[in-house]
């Protein structure tokens, strides 16, 4: 095989460089289209608690189903979203799509578990975004514990004062905020006393890896640790296996979402789901 002389390589790159944001381009063109084609829909996740196996929380997830067949992950559009001003039509559909499910889930007498919406850096940092939460929230007649909200560590860091102000707001009226993706940022853990937070959501990967990995394990045990001793509510997230619970457990997680329980599901499947509980939800745990 001939070797790539530097001017080759050069161009190799700038190709894969316009290729992508080509790429990039047209999802973003795509996806202003999806919302009008009703091709976006929410799905939900439960979150349990560790000990009781109890539905506690249901995490709303975007889901992109093209008309054309296939489905696109949120790894992949929210990021388009973000760069495209995009996010602000596609979070604010969100937000109102939560509300209105979980409004009527409550009419149904389905409304035991609170709903989580995941908000992303450029949605925190627009004023509207809290303004359209309650607005929603008003219409739909909801409290503040029926909804909670996902925010990453970073995104935490970079919000300006005013947007703290509004948070430390939602946080005395009883609303839950999660600190997402626990333990990947990059941010000191001073920061924890400065926000108004009430749960952490312990990172996939470490969870993952915790069984084979005693640093994995090690840190787990100091997000759980420094989680209750602050008071807060502490979530492992992608749990998967037998193993993975046993450990999250043994660390004396409070609640665990993954595909070992639920993986995330359609808001029909997830109604059905509900229903079945209504009279006692069943104890998973032995
Ligand atoms: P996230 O908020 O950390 O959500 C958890 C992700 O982990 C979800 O991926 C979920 O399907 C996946 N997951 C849950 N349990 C397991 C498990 O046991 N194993 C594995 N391998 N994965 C598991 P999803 O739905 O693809 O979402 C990816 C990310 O996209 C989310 O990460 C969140 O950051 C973002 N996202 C999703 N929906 C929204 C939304 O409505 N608004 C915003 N701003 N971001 C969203
Ligand atoms: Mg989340
Ligand atoms: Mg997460
Ligand atoms: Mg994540």
Same mark, same amino acid.
């Given at each position: 095989r001939a070797k790539l002389s530097a001017p080759n390589r050069c161009w190799f790159f700038n190709q894969k460089i316009h290729d992508e944001l080509l790429h990039q381009h047209r999802l973003a063109e795509?996806? /202003? &289209?999806?919302?009008?084609?009703?091709?976006?829909?929410? @799905?939900?996740? $439960?979150?349990?608690?560790?000990?009781?196996?109890?539905?506690?929380?249901?995490?709303?997830?975007?889901?992109?189903? $093209?008309?054309? *067949?296939?489905?696109?992950s949120p790894a992949e559009f929210i990021p388009v979203a973000e760069r495209s001003q995009l996010i602000h039509r596609i979070g604010e559909w969100v937000i109102r799509e939560a509300c209105r499910q979980q409004a009527e889930w409550k009419r149904r007498g389905l409304g035991g578990a609170r709903v989580d919406i995941n908000l992303s850096g450029k949605q925190l940092a627009m004023a509207n975004t809290f303004k359209h939460l309650e607005a929603c929230m008003a219409e739909f007649d909801l409290t $503040? /514990?029926?909804?909670?909200?996902?925010?990453?560590?970073?995104?935490?860091?970079?919000?300006?004062? @005013?947007?703290?102000?509004?948070?430390? *707001? &939602?946080? @005395?009226?009883?609303?839950?905020?999660?600190?997402?993706?626990?333990? +990947?940022?990059?941010?000191?853990?001073?920061?924890?006393?400065?926000? $108004?937070? +009430?749960? &952490?959501k312990i990172d996939r990967s470490f969870v993952r890896d915790a069984p084979k990995d005693p640093s994995d394990r090690a840190i787990m045990a100091a997000a759980v640790f420094i989680g209750h001793r602050l008071g807060l509510e502490v979530i492992a997230e992608g749990v998967e296996n037998e193993e993975q619970l046993e450990l999250v457990r043994e660390m004396k997680c409070d609640l665990v979402q993954g595909y070992y329980f639920f993986k995330p599901m359609s808001a029909a499947d997830t109604t059905r789901l509900l229903t079945g509980l209504v009279g006692g939800q069943p104890r998973i745990v032995s």
């Open positions: 795509r996806l /202003q &289209l999806a919302l009008a084609d009703n091709e976006l829909a929410l @799905h939900y996740q $439960p979150q349990v608690s560790a000990m009781s196996g109890r539905i506690e929380n249901l995490e709303a997830l975007l889901r992109w189903f $093209p008309k054309e *067949g296939g489905a696109i $503040p /514990q029926d909804i909670g909200i996902e925010l990453t560590e970073n995104v935490l860091i970079e919000a300006e004062e @005013h947007i703290l102000n509004t948070l430390r *707001g &939602l946080y @005395h009226r009883g609303m839950k905020i999660a600190i997402d993706d626990f333990g +990947t940022g990059y941010s000191s853990l001073s920061y924890l006393k400065l926000f $108004p937070v +009430t749960s &952490l």
